[in-house]
């Protein structure tokens, strides 16, 4: 059941450069989606959200762009720094629902 | 700032014994969930609960699983004769009010369950 889908598992980039990560989802019942970050022995730490009602969502250096027609979204990341290094999981949820739906996740590496 | 936290980080048992897993959620959040990561795959969700009873659960959480919240401050999972395959990261989180809007979930630092 793959409702959020993240097809690359990795992505390198430069300090200092742009973080595009991608997402997918299939279920159109969702009208919440989240950035999650993740530390190796951490749990997740929410990073940024957007509602369905909108199709840009910018904190500092995190922007969230929301395309439903194609349900895809991305998060970019700029400059993308080494501190940033860690695993993104996507995920998504219904009103009315508690239920978060994770996303396979995206190993990024920022190389100073 | 408020954090959540589990007890133990780690819990080693043997196939068919129970576990309590532990959970503080953050004093003013009213839903607390569970999740678990399965090395290498997707963190899943288990369970929501709020107001004192189980909101939603997925099709993993059996009948070898329990939530509780014995008293005002914790949250525990239990997992009744544990299998090979609940070796997992289990995470809990709770939130403010139900997910949506900017009400996110927290996170947990994880309990490692490793069952030989």
């Known amino acids: 059941d793959q409702q959020v889908k993240q097809n690359s598992p990795s992505l390198s980039v430069q300090e200092g450069r742009i973080s595009i990560l991608n997402c997918d989802y299939t279920?159109?019942?969702?009208?919440?989606f989240l950035w999650y970050k993740k530390y190796p022995a951490e749990g997740p730490t929410f990073l940024i959200s957007?509602?369905?009602?909108?199709d840009k969502n910018e904190d500092g250096r995190f922007t969230v762009f929301l395309n439903k027609s194609a349900k895809h979204l991305s998060l970019h990341i700029v400059p993308s720094q080494p501190g940033d290094s860690a695993v993104y999981f996507c995920?998504?949820?219904?009103?009315?629902?508690?239920?978060?739906?994770f996303g396979t996740g995206t190993k990024l590496q920022v190389i100073p | 700032e408020p954090e959540v936290t589990q007890t133990p980080s780690h819990q080693v048992t043997q196939m068919g014994q129970e576990v309590i897993l532990r959970c503080v959620p953050i004093s003013n959040h009213l839903y607390f969930y569970w999740y678990r990561q399965i090395l290498g795959q997707k963190v899943e969700f288990l369970v929501s609960?709020?107001?004192?009873?189980?909101?939603?659960k997925s099709e993993i959480f059996d009948d070898q699983f329990s939530v509780e919240r014995p008293d005002g401050s914790n949250f525990t999972l239990k997992i009744r004769s544990t299998k090979l395959e609940d070796s997992a990261m289990y995470f809990c989180a709770s939130s403010e009010y139900e997910t949506s809007g900017d009400n996110e979930q927290f996170f947990g630092p994880g309990t490692r369950l490793t069952v030989l």
């Open positions: 995920a998504a949820s219904s009103g009315g629902y508690q239920k978060v739906t």
């Open positions: 609960f709020y107001n004192n009873e189980i909101s939603e």
């Open positions: 957007i509602s369905s009602i909108k």
């Open positions: 279920n159109s019942m969702f009208d919440y």
